[in-house]
C-alpha cells in the first residue's frame, strides 16, 4: 500500500492502527509539502522534522518520501472502521527514556479539540472544566500535560483548539500538581520529551482528555487507563464518527457530556 495521508499526529496513529487492524503491509508514505505548509503556517519545517521520526517510529520498514508537488488539498481519505489497538509493542523508541514517579499519578492534557462546536458551547464547557478544577481533590498527584498556548494557523482554527492550561492548573488548589506542559506543542515536540511524555502517559493511573487530537490518540495507543470526553453527535458527519462510535461500544470510559466526566472524577476518588 503506498498513501499520502493526512499528516497529524493523530491520523498517524489512526493509521497504523488501520494498518494493523486489516494487516496491510504500508510500503510507501507520501509527505505532502503543501499540506504541511498550509496547515502549519511558518511552523511546517518544524512540523516537517517531527512528522518524519514519528513516521519512522511507527513505519519502521516503511519508505517516506518527501513531496512538493502535491496539490496542498491532496489526502488520501481512509475510512477509519478500525478497533483501537495498543500500540505500545509496535513503537520503535529513538531515544533511551527512563521515567520514575514513586506516587501514582493522574494527569490531566491541556489540549481541547472540539471540531463542529459552536464556539457558546465550547466556552461553556471551559467554564464547567474551570470551576471543577477549583474543588476537585484527589490523594494521587495530578500532572498537568501539553501546551500552555495554542499557535494561530489554519489547523487550529479549523478544530478549534484551545488550551486549558490556565483552567486546569487551578487543581493546584486542593491538589500536589507538577507541571510538565510546554509553551506550544502544535507543531510538534523535541523528540525526546516526546518519547518522555509517552512512557509518563503509559504509567499513569489516568490520562483525562478533553476531545479528540493528539493527547486523545496518544493515550488510546499508549495507555489502557483513560477517561475521555467527547461530544461524539457532533461529529456524525465526519471521517472519524465510526472509531469513536467504536469506542463508545468498548469497555474504554468515554463520556459525551463534560458534567458526567466531572461528576464521574468526583464520585469515584480518584
Not at 94 to 119: A, G, M, W
Not at 126 to 148: P, V
Amino acid at each position: 500500500m503506498e498513501i499520502t495521508p493526512a499528516l497529524g499526529l493523530g491520523d498517524i496513529i489512526q493509521l497504523k492502527m488501520y494498518s494493523i487492524f486489516h494487516n496491510i503491509q504500508v510500503k510507501k508514505i507520501n509527505i505532502n509539502i503543501n499540506l504541511l505548509k498550509k496547515y502549519k503556517g511558518d511552523g511546517y519545517q518544524k512540523s516537517l522534522l517531527f512528522t518524519k521520526k514519528l513516521l519512522k517510529s511507527f513505519f519502521k520498514d516503511t519508505e517516506i518520501e518527501e513531496n512538493e508537488k502535491l496539490d496542498m488539498h491532496f489526502v488520501e481519505k481512509i475510512k477509519f472502521d478500525h478497533t483501537i489497538i495498543n500500540l505500545k509493542e509496535e513503537y520503535q523508541y529513538q531515544n533511551n527514556i527512563e521515567f520514575t514517579l514513586e506516587e501514582e499519578y493522574i494527569i490531566f492534557h491541556t489540549k481541547l479539540r472540539l471540531d463542529n462546536v459552536p464556539l457558546e458551547q465550547i466556552n461553556n464547557i471551559i467554564d464547567i472544566i474551570d470551576l471543577f478544577s477549583q474543588t476537585f481533590k484527589t490523594d494521587k498527584t495530578i500532572l498537568i500535560m501539553g501546551e500552555r498556548k495554542i499557535i494561530k494557523n489554519y489547523e487550529t482554527e479549523l478544530h478549534h483548539v484551545k488550551s486549558l492550561y490556565t483552567n486546569l492548573m487551578k487543581l493546584s488548589i486542593q491538589n500536589k500538581v507538577i507541571d510538565l506542559t510546554s509553551e506550544e506543542l502544535i507543531n510538534g515536540n523535541d523528540y525526546y520529551d516526546f518519547e518522555k511524555d509517552l512512557k509518563i502517559i503509559e504509567k499513569a493511573s489516568h490520562n483525562v482528555i478533553f476531545g479528540i487530537g493528539g493527547p486523545f490518540s496518544l493515550s488510546l495507543a499508549f495507555s489502557n487507563n483513560n477517561l475521555l470526553f467527547v461530544p461524539i453527535h457532533f461529529y456524525k458527519n465526519t471521517d472519524y464518527y465510526q472509531v469513536l462510535e467504536q469506542i463508545f461500544k468498548s469497555k474504554l470510559i468515554i463520556f459525551d457530556s463534560i458534567l458526567l466526566l466531572m461528576n464521574y472524577l468526583l464520585k469515584n476518588n480518584l
